[in-house]
T-cell receptor
Framework: AQSVTQPDIHITVSEGASLELRCNYS??????LFWYVQSPGQGLQLLLKYFSGDTLVQGIKGFEAEFKRSQSSFNLRKPSVHWSDAAEYFCAVGAAVNRDDKIIFGKGTRLHILP | GAGVSQSPRYKVAKRGQDVALRCDPI?????LFWYQQALGQGPEFLTYFQNEAQLDKSGLPSDRFFAERPEGSVSTLKIQRTQQEDSAVYLC?????????????FGPGTRLTVT
């Protein structure tokens, strides 16, 4: 069965510092991988997705993520965070075999930004 | 164009009451998904429609939960005899459901509180 693990419940970084949020997935075949962001009272917004091809994917708001099959990981990175990046971040996996399928989400990592 | 909309945004129900939550997907989107997000958790899949056909309802937690999409556009999630454990944010998402794009677009959610 598909599953996603986000080992860090909370992460605190200073504004301007670099960021890496960890994500490990479990899936028997090639997965579709996503990172979503959820600000308080807002819906989920897609930051980036990996379907195939280049394992380093670029997203919106200056985020990027790298798919590492050998480590079953899809970590999210940003070189310099802004106060507006404070939010909840969800890693998610979808079935590549049937792309129009449900998404399995991790429990999320809440990002706090220090001024 | 308009995104996915959900109504009501907030709903308070007394235990035992029935509730109906509405989702208006993006116009033309074939696929529609319902997710449940408990406090401090990631969204969890409830059910999936392709047009008016409910193709997967494996995530519905009990037979008190019922979803429909009779004309292949608007969907309603109904919860009968609500219980406190039903308190959560209910998210709706839609997608084109086609080779070109399986990206799911999420609505802002309905926060249900059962007292």
């Amino acid at each position: 069965a598909q599953s996603v693990t986000q080992p860090d419940i909370h992460i605190t970084v200073s504004e301007g510092a670099s960021l890496e949020l960890r994500c490990n997935y479990s899936y028997g075949a090639t997965p579709y991988l996503f990172w979503y962001v959820q600000s308080p009272g807002q819906g989920l917004q897609l930051l980036l997705k990996y379907f195939s091809g280049d394992t380093l994917v670029q997203g919106i708001k200056g985020f990027e993520a790298e798919f590492k099959r050998s480590q079953s990981s899809f970590n999210l990175r940003k070189p310099s965070v802004h106060w507006s990046d404070a939010a909840e971040y969800f890693c998610a996996v979808g079935a590549a075999v049937n792309r129009d399928d449900k998404i399995i989400f991790g429990k999320g990592t809440r990002l706090h930004i220090l001024p | 164009g308009a995104g996915v909309s959900q109504s009501p945004r907030y709903k308070v129900a007394k235990r035992g009451q029935d509730v109906a939550l509405r989702c208006d997907p993006i116009s033309g989107h074939v696929s529609l998904f319902w997710y449940q997000q408990a406090l401090g958790q990631g969204p969890e899949f409830l059910t999936y429609f392709q047009n008016e056909a409910q193709l997967d309802k494996s995530g519905l937690p009990s037979d008190r939960f019922f979803a429909e999409r009779p004309e292949g556009s608007v969907s309603t999630l109904k919860i009968q005899r609500t219980q406190q454990e039903d308190s959560a944010v209910y998210l709706c998402a839609s997608s084109w459901g086609q080779e070109s794009s399986y990206e799911q677009y999420f609505g802002p959610g309905t926060r249900l509180t059962v007292t």
